[in-house]
């Protein structure tokens, strides 16, 4: 079935820090991926949606500057998580839908981020 | 590898009851999240479940055994607002999400 990747896996960075994370469709084209921060048994909140092509559509109280997102082909989209703080250490996952079914999300396996 | 199997669709009854399985092959093991999710929202955690046996909450009910790799989504009382789509999602030692690709589920009248 369609995979979904996320690169890395886990991030340990200090304050003030920049980290990129990557969200590969491994099978499939995707013009839209979606991004979501999980904090532990809660449900997934959606940061932003990556469109490719265009700006990132972000959900209200998500600061834009601070979460640069770029879709930068139509397997490819990355979140920037810029001069990072303790309170940004989060689980992060994607999810895209492919072109051909776009009704069905696949999720990829998350990053772990470690704000110091 | 690493795998997670459930159901592509199950149709049931408007205040029946349904079971959603769902079975899993991790490297190691840290735990079984189910989501539920509506066409075009984020996904909304309904359980999860690390030592086995049933955990109730509600109309919501979510089994595990880890000797079988397996789960279940148990949901009573069936209404039409939970026409939906459940996914079961495992961790894996690495604290990794290891997804499936989600039970469409549609309730009749």
């Known amino acids: 079935g369609a995979v979904v990747s996320q690169h890395p896996s886990r991030v340990i960075c200090k304050s003030g820090t920049s980290v990129k994370i990557e969200c590969r469709s491994l099978d499939f084209q995707a013009t839209t991926m979606f991004w979501y921060r999980q904090f532990p048994k809660q449900s997934l909140m959606l940061m932003a949606t990556?469109?490719?092509?265009?700006?990132?559509?972000?959900e209200q109280g998500v600061e834009k500057d601070k979460f640069l997102i770029n879709h930068a082909s139509l397997t490819l989209s990355t979140l920037t998580v810029t001069s990072a703080h303790p309170e940004d250490s989060s689980f992060y996952i994607c999810s895209a839908p492919p072109l051909a079914d776009v009704e069905t999300q696949y999720f990829g396996p998350g990053t772990r981020l470690l704000v110091l | 590898g690493q795998n997670i199997d459930q159901p592509t669709e199950m149709t049931a009854t408007e205040g029946a009851i349904v079971q959603i399985n769902c079975t899993y092959q991790t490297s190691g093991f840290n735990g079984l999240f189910w989501y539920q999710q509506h066409a075009g929202e984020a996904p909304t955690f309904l359980s999860y479940?690390?030592l086995d046996g049933l955990e109730e909450k509600g109309r919501f009910s979510s089994f595990l055994s880890r000797s079988k790799g397996y789960s279940y989504l148990l949901l009573k009382e069936l209404q039409m607002k939970d026409s939906a789509s459940y996914l079961c999602?495992?961790?894996?030692?690495?604290?990794?999400?290891?997804w499936g690709a989600g039970t469409k589920l549609i309730i009749k009248p």
């Open positions: 999602a495992a961790m894996d030692s690495n604290y990794q999400l290891i």
């Open positions: 479940n690390v």
């Open positions: 990556s469109n490719e092509g265009s700006k990132a559509t972000y």
